[in-house]
């Protein structure tokens, strides 16, 4: 596809009504069609293993139907019982349509059965897989030429992945001071000094043991191989918006829960930069080694950004004046692609008033204002961190399973890289791009697919990762849940069996997650909001047994005091909500809306969809102000209450 051909985005999904079926089909059609020609003209010679009589048998006929049957099977209990992502009526978890290149890439390499743990199994498949994560690599300005990625089955990978490296590396200067021709290379530090090196330094030291022809001996004195004592290597500090995957890592990598370093987040949810520096400074002052800092790049339950620009300042400045450093790694697992709408098409990165302009333009919701300077200046600043958590599976609109990573510096793959009997090439020392390398060397997982590499491989060269490919479709999400967020902010009284209902946003989204609230005007405990907000979620949401159904399907989410310290508190103070009882309490319930849909695409479509969510948010509240809870399964669905169009089919139509 050339450079300079744009996408169209209604071309590169199957739509919420199958608008583009007949062109999808062909596209399945042609991959099948390949597929069995590739079969039948190797070695064509070769005779047919089975026959026209054998294939019109009785037996051999008994076993085709059964195999439709079981399929048929399949099918009746996907559709009754799956959400419909596809449609604008669910707006809930990072989870939505997803582009017909990658369904049919995934179903096309899926028959080729490829296994990209090693590249006698995937000749082809494992170069698409280094070729998606130099596309990552580059999307959030990292340079190819020392920079690697890769595709995971998802962000628990990705961060375990993160964290494995960031441990090794912590501990080769320990290694070093241990090992008797390696120790001169250290000689002078302390132990403090030598668990306070930066990634750079550390990496230039592995280089100087190569050159000695030591560094294996001494690599199996690091975390690696000697292993480390809980707390040897410090601390690793995380916000308290963390993915729990962070927690299960400490757990699988040896660290120890008791390791982490939580730091509260602000009114935005994000990392308080005070506290973080307050953190950092007293464990300097402990002489406490820091492992590493994580900040999120879209927090799962409110879509925040840490400000990463000011956590790399902090860092610089620790390194300036106390002689201290850390690596730091980037939690983009959901809010990573968001980076390619900032990136022109020549790749780079534009300044915030130039990205506002061409979002802007190619936004449903003119006057857009995504993104805000602090969360620009933290995109920006991704390519400073020493690795990123990416997945395609969220935003990029890839089916599952397919997550990312990407580290900065390709040296540190030295540090974790293992070699079999039957892995016959190291990609440690062998880090050329050009040909096939062994994966399984390198990374956590074994066998894995390259299905799921074809696919994100093929989404990227159709939409490039710059603001005229992949960033069309995301100026529609981030200009929805802008538009979304306004309408939130504004949105009428509800009035319901003499009581009166308000709906409010959180908070101003970061990226294209709203969270928002209802509250009952004549009780505003924090108690009662929780109970109308769970009430909502259980109307909107598969918990009825009505997803089909409803006219409106979203998810929830919970901010809980042992996860935020009091920060729920805050927030639900500014909503009107009183929060005498928070002790009591201690969770604040919220409605959790992931904007990912690209249907809405123009202010009059936008506006009757806004009509409808208001009639079916009004019938909803009068059911909970009757007391009529839904009791209804996916077996005995009824049709939700009556709005102003019929709920069966999609907003406005």
């Given at each position: ?67 439709e049957q079981v399929l048929h099977e399949l099918s009746a209990r996907l559709k009754d019982q799956s959400v419909p992502w596809f449609s604008p009526r669910y707006l809930g978890h990072m989870t939505a349509d997803t582009l017909m290149v990658a369904n049919a890439a995934y179903i096309m390499t ?544």
């Open positions: 596809m050339s450079e300079q051909t744009n996408p169209i985005v209604e071309a590169l999904f199957l739509g919420p009504k199958a608008e583009n079926r007949d062109d999808f089909r062909s596209m399945v059609a042609d991959a099948l069609d390949e597929h069995m020609f590739w079969r039948r003209d190797y070695f064509p010679a070769d005779p047919a293993e089975v026959g026209a009589a054998e294939r019109a048998a009785a037996p051999y006929r008994a076993t085709i139907e059964a195999t899926m028959l080729y059965n490829t296994n990209n743990v090693a590249s006698e199994a995937s000749p082809a498949t494992t170069l698409l897989e280094l070729e998606a994560g130099a596309d990552l690599a580059r999307m959030f300005g990292y340079d190819t030429r020392r920079s690697w990625g890769h595709i995971t089955s998802g962000g628990h990978t990705a961060n375990y992945e993160g964290l494995w490296v960031a441990r090794n590396l912590k501990s080769v200067p320990l290694a070093m001071a241990a090992h008797p021709r390696a120790k001169e290379l250290v000689a002078g530090l302390d132990r403090h000094q030598l668990l306070s090196l930066g990634v750079g330094a550390i990496l230039d030291l592995t280089d100087d043991l190569k050159r000695r022809g030591i560094f294996t001996e001494v690599r199996a004195l690091t975390a690696r191989g000697a292993g480390a004592e809980p707390g040897e290597l410090g601390k690793l500090i995380v916000p308290r918006s963390r993915h729990y995957s962070w927690d299960k890592a400490a757990d699988v990598l040896g660290l120890g829960q008791d390791n982490l370093s939580p730091v509260d987040v602000d009114e935005h949810c994000r990392m308080d930069m005070s506290a973080l520096t307050k953190t950092v400074e007293g464990l300097i002052a402990a002489k406490t080694p820091i492992l590493a800092v994580m900040g999120v790049v879209g927090s799962t339950e409110e879509g925040a950004v840490d400000p990463l620009h000011e956590v790399v300042e902090l860092r610089r400045r620790c390194e300036e004046r106390h002689g201290v450093s850390f690596y730091i790694h980037a939690d983009a697992a959901f809010g990573g692609y968001l980076a390619a709408a900032l990136r022109d098409q020549a790749g780079a990165f534009m300044d915030l008033p130039q990205a506002r302009q061409r979002l802007d333009g190619l936004s449903p919701h003119p006057g857009a204002t995504w993104p805000k300077p602090e969360v620009h200046a933290a995109f920006k600043a991704l390519a400073e961190v020493d690795s990123i958590t990416a997945d395609p599976h969220k935003m990029g609109f890839v089916p599952y399973a397919a997550g990312g990573v990407v580290m900065r510096d390709r040296r540190i793959l030295d540090l974790i890289s293992y070699e079999a009997t039957y892995l016959v090439q190291s990609f440690a020392k062998d880090p050329d791009w050009s040909r096939p390398v062994e994966l399984g060397s390198v990374i956590i997982e074994g066998s894995k697919s390259g299905a799921a590499a074809a696919a994100v491989w093929s989404a990227h060269r159709l939409a490039p990762l710059n603001v005229d490919g992949f960033g069309r479709v995301i100026a529609r999400c981030v200009g929805v849940a802008d538009w979304f967020y306004q309408k939130l902010s504004h949105a009428p009284e509800f009035r319901a069996e003499g009581r009166r209902f308000t709906v409010r946003p959180i908070m101003a989204p970061d990226t294209n997650m709203v969270d928002f609230t209802f509250l009952d005007l004549a009780d505003r405990s924090l108690a009662a909001h929780n109970r109308l907000n769970e009430q909502m979620y259980g109307i909107s949401s598969y918990v009825s047994g009505r997803t089909y159904a409803h006219g409106f399907n979203t998810s929830q989410t919970r901010l809980t005091r042992s996860a935020y310290g009091d920060t729920p508190r805050r927030l639900a103070a500014a909503r009107g909500i009183d929060t005498g009882d928070w002790d009591a309490v201690g969770q604040l319930a919220l409605l959790r809306s992931t904007v990912m849909t690209t249907a809405l695409d123009g202010p009059d479509r936008l506006e009757q969809y806004w009509q409808e969510l208001l009639s079916i948010w009004q019938a909803d509240l009068t059911q909970i102000a009757r007391g009529e809870l839904l009791r209804q399964t996916t077996s005995d669905a009824v049709a939700p209450p009556a709005v102003a169009t019929p709920a069966a089919a999609p907003p406005g139509q």
